[in-house]
C-alpha cells in the first residue's frame, strides 16, 4: 500500500516535472519570436531613417526641399522601397525599372517623371552608371529621396505613422510602397505607376481619376490617377482614411488593391 502510494506520487512529480519543463520551451520560444520580431521591427524602421554619418558620397535632394517640385495633377510617380540597413544604400535601378521609367518619360513629355526614393540614397559623382546616366537624360526625370515622417507630416495620416504599426507589419516593405502610393496621390495628385508598369502612349488625352483593373471584383492600386483638387483629392483622402482604419499587416494584398476597391465600392455604390 506504501509502495503503491509512493509510485502515485512520484508519478505526479514526474507530470508536473515535464508539464514545468514544457512551459519553460514554450515562454522560451515565444520570448525569442518575440526579440527577433523586435529585432527585425528596428532593423526595418532604421532602414528608412536618414542617416546623419559621415560619408564622401553625395545624398539624393528632398523632394520636399528641392526646388523643382511635382506640378500638381500633371506628375507621373514611381517609388523605389526596398532598402538596405547594412550599408550605405547606393543609387542604383535595374533594367527593368528603367525601362518603365523611361516608357513614361518618353511617351508623356509634358509631365515630370518623379522616382522617389523611400530610403536614404547616396551617389556617387565621378562614377559611371549607364543606366541612370541615360534615364537622368530625359530632361523631364527627376530622382528624389523622401523622409517617410516629414512627407507625411500634416498630412491625414501623420498621427497614424507614428504609432509604428507600419512597421510591425508581416509585408512591411510592399505596405510601406502601398502607404506611399496614397499619401503621394493626396499631396499632389497625378499618376502614380508601379515600377513594371510600362506605358505605350501619352496618358494626357485621359480624362482624370482613373485606376487599373486588377480583376472582375478588384481595382489594382498599382496605375492610379487623381486630381489634386475636388473629386479627385476626395478620393485620395478617403484612401488614407481606408489605410489606417482597416490596416491589416498580415494580408499582403488589404493595403494595396483592398484600399482602392473599398474606396470605390462605396463612392460608386456597386460591387
Same mark, same amino acid.
Given at each position: 500500500?506504501i509502495?503503491?502510494?509512493?509510485?502515485?506520487c512520484?508519478?505526479k512529480?514526474?507530470?508536473?516535472?515535464?508539464?514545468?519543463?514544457?512551459?519553460?520551451?514554450?515562454?522560451?520560444s515565444?520570448?525569442?519570436?518575440?526579440?527577433?520580431?523586435?529585432?527585425?521591427?528596428?532593423?526595418? @524602421?532604421?532602414?528608412?531613417?536618414?542617416s546623419?554619418? @559621415?560619408?564622401?558620397?553625395?545624398?539624393?535632394?528632398?523632394?520636399?526641399?528641392?526646388?523643382?517640385?511635382?506640378?500638381?495633377?500633371?506628375?507621373?510617380?514611381?517609388?523605389?522601397?526596398?532598402?538596405?540597413?547594412?550599408?550605405?544604400?547606393?543609387?542604383?535601378?535595374?533594367?527593368?525599372?528603367?525601362?518603365?521609367?523611361?516608357?513614361?518619360?518618353?511617351?508623356?513629355?509634358?509631365?515630370?517623371?518623379?522616382?522617389?526614393?523611400?530610403?536614404?540614397?547616396?551617389?556617387?559623382?565621378?562614377?559611371?552608371?549607364?543606366?541612370?546616366?541615360s534615364?537622368?537624360s530625359?530632361?523631364?526625370?527627376?530622382?528624389?529621396?523622401?523622409?517617410? *515622417?516629414?512627407?507625411?507630416?500634416?498630412?491625414?495620416?501623420y498621427? *497614424?505613422?507614428l504609432?509604428?504599426?507600419?512597421?510591425?507589419?508581416?509585408?512591411?516593405?510592399?505596405?510601406?510602397?502601398?502607404?506611399?502610393?496614397?499619401?503621394?496621390? *493626396?499631396? *499632389?495628385?497625378?499618376?502614380?505607376?508601379?515600377?513594371?508598369?510600362?506605358?505605350k502612349?501619352?496618358?494626357?488625352?485621359?480624362?482624370?481619376?482613373?485606376?487599373?483593373?486588377?480583376?472582375?471584383?478588384?481595382?489594382?492600386?498599382?496605375?492610379?490617377?487623381?486630381?489634386?483638387?475636388?473629386?479627385?483629392?476626395?478620393?485620395?483622402?478617403?484612401?488614407?482614411?481606408?489605410?489606417?482604419?482597416?490596416?491589416?499587416?498580415?494580408?499582403?494584398?488589404?493595403?494595396?488593391?483592398?484600399?482602392?476597391? @473599398?474606396?470605390?465600392?462605396?463612392?460608386?455604390?456597386t460591387?
Amino acid at each position: 500500500m506504501i509502495l503503491s502510494t509512493i509510485n502515485k506520487c512520484f508519478h505526479k512529480i514526474q507530470q508536473y516535472r515535464y508539464r514545468f519543463i514544457f512551459c519553460i520551451l514554450i515562454t522560451t520560444s515565444l520570448l525569442s519570436l518575440l526579440l527577433n520580431n523586435l529585432k527585425k521591427h528596428d532593423e526595418v @524602421r532604421s532602414c528608412f531613417t536618414h542617416s546623419n554619418k @559621415r560619408t564622401e558620397l553625395s545624398k539624393l535632394e528632398d523632394i520636399l526641399l528641392s526646388n523643382r517640385k511635382p506640378q500638381p495633377g500633371k506628375s507621373i510617380f514611381f517609388h523605389e522601397t526596398s532598402c538596405s540597413s547594412s550599408s550605405i544604400n547606393m543609387l542604383s535601378l535595374s533594367a527593368r525599372q528603367a525601362c518603365a521609367i523611361e516608357s513614361a518619360a518618353l511617351s508623356n513629355p509634358n509631365y515630370d517623371v518623379f522616382v522617389l526614393f523611400a530610403s536614404p540614397t547616396f551617389f556617387n559623382n565621378g562614377s559611371s552608371q549607364p543606366i541612370l546616366e541615360s534615364i537622368l537624360s530625359y530632361p523631364n526625370v527627376y530622382i528624389r529621396n523622401l523622409n517617410l *515622417w516629414t512627407y507625411a507630416s500634416n498630412t491625414p495620416i501623420y498621427d *497614424w505613422l507614428l504609432n509604428d504599426e507600419l512597421f510591425s507589419s508581416k509585408y512591411v516593405l510592399s505596405h510601406i510602397s502601398d502607404f506611399l502610393r496614397y499619401l503621394t496621390l *493626396w499631396r *499632389w495628385g497625378g499618376t502614380y505607376l508601379d515600377l513594371d508598369v510600362i506605358v505605350k502612349k501619352s496618358l494626357e488625352n485621359i480624362p482624370s481619376n482613373y485606376a487599373g483593373a486588377e480583376s472582375d471584383t478588384f481595382i489594382a492600386a498599382g496605375v492610379m490617377n487623381f486630381d489634386a483638387t475636388g473629386f479627385g483629392h476626395e478620393i485620395a483622402e478617403l484612401c488614407l482614411r481606408d489605410f489606417q482604419l482597416q490596416f491589416n499587416g498580415n494580408d499582403w494584398g488589404n493595403n494595396g488593391p483592398g484600399v482602392i476597391t @473599398r474606396v470605390l465600392n462605396k463612392v460608386c455604390k456597386t460591387k
